[in-house]
């Protein structure tokens, strides 16, 4: 009965005297309540239903709730498993104390239901406090109201125990089941036990070299359609699975190696470094390949993050190149009066016009092989082709082209096109390609979805021939040959802007005359505004978590391989080694292990980013330059605190092995 009495105090002072590897791992815990909670707290606030447009952020903080799942599982697995480990040794000498298998699994259960309640605790409260905060953070990056207040939910504090109680009995289960499958001599030496080294290092470096090969060509052959979301999960999976097996074999290989050139493996500051990672081949491989991979990911994640930010005015001209479009039938309402109506209203509420544009197109989606336009159809790469007639085209560029019979002029928004023929549903066409920009149509300059062409062609005569060659090779008919368009680019304060489409929408209203469709760009932006805006937030949210997670790592790594190390160095100093070779020693080993896995994801966040670069297609946003501008300076900065990071947690490495 006594022992039973001793357990509580057992699980206070086995957490306090432990602290420098349970505050870690409780800091983690804390953090990633907090994250889960402010997720779920915004998302089931009522208010955020309430909000125009907020349905587009709601989302996307939907499927970051859901991604952090599979983010913190396995990480908080990682971390526990650390702290089971270290504590194997204690474990055995309560079992040589007479504590029996059940006094230490109870023992396991209150040290975890005390980390749970310390975690939940810390998170929910931190949670509470800056929940607000984040929420008003969400809705400035949405360009949503700010005035709106928050109001702390229970459901989401209900849902955030029950996610870490869920958590926290799995860590639990796990280590109770070392404990059982154990013996006390397996737990006083286990971390003293040297690692078997990995067989069939040639294959296995091969293989890691092969998947990787795969993965790079996955991203150089991605291109923006259907399947780029498939390929992108695919070469994430392929570049995790090769970084592991190149750092395990080919790591173990390039020991070996050394090991065998006497005259660098036999001198003071080699011998440690090589014979102690050799020691631990495996572990410290996993470690380092962890470290390789969660820095990819934070510097991706923030380079997505940052380039959406700075890119997303591109994005809005991209999507909606005017702030208003009348749609209406140009046989009813003349194109002058169109133009003076848009030109008043703005003038009425002191817009500034930019540019006024007035055409007529006719829009159909045909199907495209090679430099053929045939009938749309499953498994045919789809187009959309705007005919446009060669006044209209002159108007909109400024330019004075003529045209032959027969010919058109191609511009393409995605790709070039690169032929000067087309067949066009069987009809033969002499092409002239022109390049953009060519508004309403910008230019993405790459494969995009949504690619369109605009065929100018001669005159109104040359385009009805091609809607009635497109209606028999399509089997459909044409509705919409006397559609005719007037856009409008306007500059002013936003609540004018918007009371400027409240009145063209009312006019619409009361028009009898033909007035089919406005075209709300302000609301469009506003759309976009808050897609993204849900967007970005998880990027912070995400890039931070990741970046708690390498640190983590890091200094598990560190102390860890202190607690190996300090023998084998106190060992060197009996035998004559100095303290500043020691620490000469220390510091060359802790660069050589730690600058491959910098250098490694630098590599892989480098050959990533033309992946992203597609996937930001996805987003509307084309601008190259801009991304690689700031994956560099991502990459410099990350650097910076890599490093920096490194000599913090480094300092539990000397504390073990300095003596």
């Known amino acids: 009965m006594r022992k039973w009495k001793l357990l509580p105090g057992f699980a206070v002072k086995g957490v306090m005297l432990n602290g420098s590897i349970y505050y870690p791992y409780i800091i983690s815990c804390i953090f990633s309540v907090f994250t889960y909670y402010i997720f779920a707290s915004i998302l089931e606030n009522d208010l955020i239903a309430t909000l125009p447009h907020s349905e587009y952020a709601w989302v996307m903080l939907l499927l970051g709730k859901i991604l952090l799942i599979p983010i913190l599982i396995p990480f908080l697995y990682y971390a526990n498993s650390f702290l089971v480990k270290r504590r194997k040794k204690e474990t055995g000498l309560y079992t040589l104390l007479g504590m029996e298998r059940k006094h230490l699994v109870i023992l396991l259960l209150l040290e975890t239901l005390l980390v749970y309640i310390l975690s939940v605790s810390g998170g929910i409260l931190f949670g509470v406090l800056l929940a607000k905060l984040f929420f008003l953070l969400l809705l400035k990056l949405s360009s949503l109201p700010v005035e709106a207040e928050f109001v702390f939910s229970w459901k989401a504090l209900g849902e955030s125990f029950l996610f870490f109680a869920a958590v926290s009995t799995f860590t639990f289960l796990h280590g109770a089941a070392g404990i059982f499958l154990a013996r006390p001599v397996e737990l006083l030496s286990g971390n003293r036990k040297g690692e078997k080294e990995p067989r069939f290092l040639l294959a296995g470096t091969a293989a890691g070299v092969l998947v990787l090969m795969l993965a790079y060509n996955i991203v150089f052959h991605a291109k923006l359609d259907g399947n780029i979301f498939l390929d992108f999960f695919k070469s994430v999976f392929l570049v995790i699975a090769g970084t592991y097996l190149l750092f395990i074999f080919a790591g173990v290989a390039v020991l070996r190696l050394l090991r065998r050139k006497k005259r660098f493996y036999y001198r003071p500051e080699n011998f440690i470094t090589v014979s102690g990672m050799y020691y631990r081949m495996k572990k410290s491989a996993a470690g380092l390949a962890n470290i390789c991979i969660f820095s990819s990911m934070v510097m991706i994640t923030l380079t997505c993050t940052a380039a959406l930010y700075a890119g997303l005015d591109g994005i809005i001209e991209f999507a909606y190149p005017y702030e208003t479009i009348l749609t209406y039938d140009g046989s009813n309402l003349p194109r002058r009066e169109a133009e003076e109506k848009l030109s008043e209203t703005a003038e009425k509420y002191g817009l500034s016009v930019n540019r006024l544009d007035t055409y007529a197109d006719f829009w159909v989606i045909c199907g495209r092989e090679e430099s053929r336009v045939v009938k749309e159809r499953p498994g045919i790469k789809s187009c959309q082709i705007y005919l446009l007639t060669l006044d209209d085209y002159n108007r909109l560029t400024g330019k004075s082209e003529t045209l032959k019979e027969e010919e058109v002029l191609l511009y393409s928004t995605g790709g070039k096109y690169g032929n000067n023929y087309l ?124 970046f708690m997670c390498l640190l983590l790592i890091m200094y598990y790594k560190q102390i860890s391989e202190g607690y190996e190390d300090q023998g084998s160095f106190s060992i060197m100093q009996k035998v004559g080694m100095s303290d500043a070779d020691i620490r000469s020693t220390v510091r060359r080993q802790m660069m050589m292990v730690f600058a491959f896995p910098l250098l490694a994801a630098l590599i892989h966040s480098a050959v990533g980013m033309y992946m992203v670069n597609q996937l930001m297609g996805a987003l509307r946003m084309f601008d190259t330059a801009l991304l690689v501008k700031w994956g560099i300076l991502v990459a410099f900065g990350f650097t910076v605190v890599y490093v920096s990071s490194y000599w913090i947690t480094s300092r539990a490495y000397y504390r073990r092995v300095v003596l």
């Open 423 to 546: 067949e066009f549903m069987g009809t033969d066409l002499n092409v002239r390609e022109v390049q953009g920009p060519l508004t309403p149509w910008p230019c993405a300059g790459r494969d995009c979805f949504g690619e369109a062409w605009v065929l100018t062609v001669k005159d109104d005569q040359m385009l009805q021939n091609l809607v009635k060659v497109w209606e028999a090779g399509s089997g459909e008919e044409a509705m919409m040959a006397d559609q005719v368009k007037s856009g409008i680019q306007l500059t002013g304060p936003e609540d004018k802007r918007a009371a400027f489409q409240e009145e063209l929408k009312e006019w619409q209203e009361s028009w009898t005359g033909g007035m089919l469709s406005v075209s709300d760009g302000l609301e469009g932006g506003q759309m976009i505004y808050a897609m993204n805006g849900g967007l970005l937030f998880i990027g912070i949210l995400f890039g931070m978590l990741f």
